[in-house]
C-alpha cells in the first residue's frame, strides 16, 4: 500500500498504512533566515518497512474530554468570535464533536502577541558560526551527555528497534526543546485558532486546528495538557498536530502517545521511527569534518571517499575517510571556513528540518554527545571571537549595566545582538553588534 507523508518538525503525516512513502509537501512552520530552520517544498519517495506503533484508535470518552453546551464565545474580539462560529460548521463537517469543539475553545482567546511573532521571523539573521556556538554550545552538549545517561535504557530500545543512534535523537531532542525544558507553554488551540483568524497563513493553521481537535478527540490529551509553542509545535521534539496525529507512536505501550509528559519515551520514538522512515542507515556517519585542497571547487558532486582521498580531500587526521557510502563536500561558511564531507544521513537529518544549518547543529550536536571534539577548523568571523566563558561575562555585564538580557547562557541571541548595539550606541563606537574580545575589553574599562 502507498502512504503518503507530510514532514513537519521531526514527524511525518501518515495518511495510509504500508511499507511505501512518498513526502508530498513541507509543513514546518517558516522562520528567520540563518536560524536553521526553513521551510521549503521536498518530493521524495522512500520505500522502508517500519513496524507501525500507532495505537487504535480509542472511542471518545469523557475520561479524555468532559461533556459540555455549546460554548460561549466571550474572548474579547468580535472578529475572532465570528470566525470561530463559522469554524465550528467547517469542524462538524470534518467529523469533529459539538463538545469536543466546545470544550477546546472555552478558553480560547485571540493573542496578538502570536500574530507578532509570525510576522517578525525574520528580524534575526545569524552567521552558520554564531548558529553552531548555539546549538553545540558546551552546556547544550553537557546536558545531552546528561540526559543520555539518565534515559540511556529507553534510548538503547529505540537504537535496538528502529536502527537509529541514541546519540542523534538525543541530539534531535537538544535542539527541539533542550531536552524537554523547552515544550513550550502557550493553549495551543487559542494560538493556532489566532493564526488561522489572521489569514496570512490561514489554511495551514486551520488544516493544523482540525488536526489539534482530532488530537482531543482521540483521547490521548485534555485541553489543558495540550500545549506548545507559539506556532503550534507540541512535545519533546516539536510535532505539528498534522504529523503527531500521522505518525506519533505509543512506545510505553499504554495505549496513547503523549508527547506532552515528564516521559520523552514516545516523543523520542517517534523520532527515530520518522528518521528511519526516510532512510537513515545504523553505523553510517552523517558526516565528518575534512581538510580540502587550496582553490579546490566541488558543487554537489558525490564520490566515494576514496575518491575524494584520491582528490586530495581527507580527514581532520590526515588520513581518507572510510567509504560509508557516496558523500558530497559542504562548506557552509565557503572555502575560508569549515569543510565537511556529508553522507545520506545528513540529507535523512534534513527531512526533519530542510536546512543544512540544522543538520549540521545536529550531526555535530550527537559527535560531542558521544565524546567527539569540537570542529577543527576556523570559522572567517572577521573578529576574535569570545569564549563560552566571556560570553556569559558579557552578558552579565550587560545586563547589570542595565542591558535588556534576559538569561546568562552564553548564546547570542537577537537580545543580547541588541544589547551589544545599544551599549556600543551610548559609548559612541561602531553599532555591529559583535561580540567580540575588543567589545568585551570596552566592557570592562567602562
Not at 305 to 327: K, M
Request: one cysteine or more; charged letters at 25%.
Amino acid at each position: 500500500m502507498r502512504a503518503t507523508l507530510i514532514g513537519i518538525s521531526g514527524v511525518l503525516c501518515l495518511c495510509a498504512g504500508g511499507a511505501a512513502a512518498s513526502v508530498t509537501e513541507s509543513l514546518r512552520p517558516q522562520s528567520r533566515p540563518g536560524s536553521g530552520v526553513v521551510s521549503a517544498a521536498v518530493v521524495v519517495s522512500v520505500d522502508v518497512p517500519v513496524r507501525s506503533l500507532r495505537p487504535k484508535a480509542r472511542p471518545y470518552t469523557a475520561q479524555a474530554v468532559t461533556q459540555g453546551a455549546a460554548v460561549t464565545l466571550a474572548s474579547g474580539d468580535a472578529g475572532f468570535d465570528r470566525w470561530i462560529r463559522g469554524f465550528r460548521a467547517r469542524a462538524a463537517a470534518q467529523g469533529i464533536r459539538r463538545d469536543v469543539f466546545d470544550r477546546a475553545f472555552a478558553d480560547a482567546r485571540y493573542d496578538a502577541e502570536v500574530v507578532a511573532k509570525d510576522r517578525n521571523q525574520s528580524e534575526f539573521k545569524r552567521q552558520i558560526w554564531d548558529y553552531l556556538d548555539a546549538a553545540v554550545s558546551p552546556k547544550r552538549v553537557e546536558d545531552g551527555q546528561a540526559a543520555l545517561r539518565r534515559h540511556r535504557r529507553v534510548l538503547d530500545r529505540i537504537e535496538a528497534h528502529y536502527g537509529v543512534e541514541k546519540e542523534i535523537v538525543t541530539a534531535v531532542w537538544g535542539m527541539e526543546s533542550t531536552y524537554g525544558t523547552r515544550l513550550g507553554d502557550l493553549p495551543l488551540i487559542g494560538s493556532m485558532a489566532t493564526l488561522a483568524y489572521d489569514g496570512r497563513r490561514g489554511a495551514f493553521f486551520e488544516k493544523q486546528l482540525i488536526a489539534a481537535l482530532q488530537i482531543l478527540q482521540s483521547g490521548d490529551v485534555t485541553p489543558e495538557r495540550m500545549k506548545g509553542s507559539w506556532a503550534g509545535a507540541m512535545g519533546h521534539t516539536q510535532f505539528m498536530p498534522t504529523s503527531y496525529l500521522a505518525y506519533a507512536v505509543d512506545f510505553t505501550g499504554d495505549g496513547r502517545r503523549d508527547v506532552w509528559s515528564d516521559d520523552p519515551t514516545d516523543a523520542l520514538a517517534s523520532t527515530a521511527a520518522y528518521l528511519k522512515r526516510f532512510g537513515w542507515r545504523k553505523g553510517m556517519p552523517w558526516g565528518t569534518e575534512v581538510r580540502v585542497p587550496r582553490g579546490a571547487s566541488f558543487g554537489d558532486a558525490k564520490r566515494m571517499p576514496s575518491e575524494w582521498a584520491a582528490r586530495g580531500v581527507v580527514g581532520v587526521d590526515g588520513r581518507a575517510v572510510r567509504d560509508f557510502g557516496a558523500a558530497r563536500i559542504l562548506q557552509p561558511a565557503g572555502p575560508a571556513g569549515a569543510s565537511f564531507m556529508v553522507f545520506a544521513n545528513f540529507d535523512v537529518i534534513k527531512r526533519y528540518n530542510n536546512a543544512d544549518a540544522y543538520a549540521l547543529g545536529v550531526g555535530h550536536l550527537a559527535d560531542r554527545i558521544a565524546g567527539g571534539p569540537p570542529i577543527q577548523a576556523s570559522w572567517p568571523r572577521g573578529y576574535d571571537p569570545l569564549s563560552f566563558d566571556e560570553r556569559k561575562e558579557m552578558q552579565r555585564r550587560l545586563r547589570d549595566k542595565g542591558y535588556g538580557i534576559e538569561k546568562i547562557d552564553g548564546i547570542i541571541g537577537p537580545n543580547t545582538v541588541a544589547a551589544i548595539r545599544a551599549f556600543q550606541k551610548s559609548a559612541g563606537v561602531a553599532q555591529d553588534g559583535v561580540p567580540s574580545k575588543q567589545f568585551l575589553a570596552l566592557l570592562r574599562r567602562s
